[in-house]
């Protein structure tokens, strides 16, 4: 027989929803404290907010190196990518120049060549942005500087496209910086 306290705790319980929204919110503030709980709780770890961004993506756009570890070590997939534009977390963390979060993201084996809905590469959106420690990380985890993306660009079209001089030279005639 059920009493009316275990009655009570149930109504009180946040819905699969709220868990899965403090678990986008915990993400996106490194608070690493409550994600084991709530996932343990019924949050799922590869769950979409409403603009298609998993929890693993948030952490890292947002920089949080120590939530994106955390979330990496609970089973996170390292290249899920967001549903409107395909960027992975790793493509995100580019752009942004969190160069701590592309070590845990490329340690725990997310694909440096990944490609968003345009073809763009992390590589790319690092040399977009100028990120040259990135840069560097990248290529030593294997990134391919050849890519081109669907208009036809490779990382020496756009650093020349964005007067990019240092990295038109590293990537002239296609070849990998040492």
């Keep these: 027989m059920i009493d009316n306290t275990m009655i009570v705790q149930a109504q009180q319980m946040p819905s699969r929803t709220q868990l ?20 343990r709780a019924g949050a799922d770890i590869e769950g979409r907010d409403p603009k298609g961004y998993t929890a693993i993506v948030l952490a890292s756009y947002n920089g949080q190196p120590s939530t994106t570890q955390l ?65 560097d990380l990248l290529l030593e985890a294997g990134a391919d500087p050849t890519i081109a993306d669907l208009n036809g660009n490779t990382v020496q079209t756009l650093a020349h496209l964005h007067g990019r001089t240092e990295l038109i030279q590293r990537f002239s005639n296609g070849h990998r910086p040492v």
């Design 20 to 39: 899965q929204e403090m678990l986008f919110i915990a993400a996106r503030t490194g608070r690493d404290d409550m994600i084991p709980d709530l996932l």
């Design 71 to 135: 979330l990496l070590s609970l089973g996170a997939n390292p290249d899920s990518g967001d549903t409107e534009r395909g960027n992975t977390a790793l493509i995100g963390v580019c752009y942004k120049g969190y160069p701590e979060i592309v070590k845990e993201l490329v340690a725990a084996g997310a694909d440096a060549n990944a490609r968003n809905v345009i073809g763009q590469t992390a590589l790319m959106m690092a040399v977009l942005f100028n990120q040259t420690e990135i840069i």
